[in-house]
């Protein structure tokens, strides 16, 4: 019974699956997160979170988030080029659609 409730679908809700970092310095690091709130009747198991590119990295706290309660997923983005981008961040969770996708756009100018 406790591994069927826990393998259950649950929803959730997010401020914002899009953040526009407007312009980013190159070389300087921004850090960010996105608010995660579980909306369901069962824990919110996020499994993995896997950004697109090495120039993100990403944190969250490994632990099921409980019938109403928030968390976090950190974000750190280093540039390594210029111009425009889009970078997605993967979320593997146990929502009806398994994976959520987030993202972080913006433009990086040089300074010189």
């Not at 896997?50 to 540039?79: A, D, H, M, N, Y």
């Amino acid at each position: 019974v406790f591994e069927l409730l826990y393998s259950s679908p649950t929803t959730i809700r997010i401020e914002g699956d899009t953040i526009d970092l407007d312009i980013v310095r190159y070389g300087e690091k921004k850090q960010i997160s996105f608010r995660i709130c579980n909306t369901g009747e069962v824990p919110l198991l996020i499994r993995d979170v896997r950004p697109s590119c090495g120039c993100t990295e990403v944190r969250w706290e490994k632990r099921p988030v409980q019938p109403g309660e928030e968390t976090l997923i950190f974000v750190t983005f280093e540039p390594n080029s210029l111009g425009r981008f889009m970078k997605s961040i993967e979320v593997l969770c146990n929502t009806s659609s398994q994976l959520l996708r987030l993202n972080l756009k913006g433009i990086v100018l040089n300074d010189r």
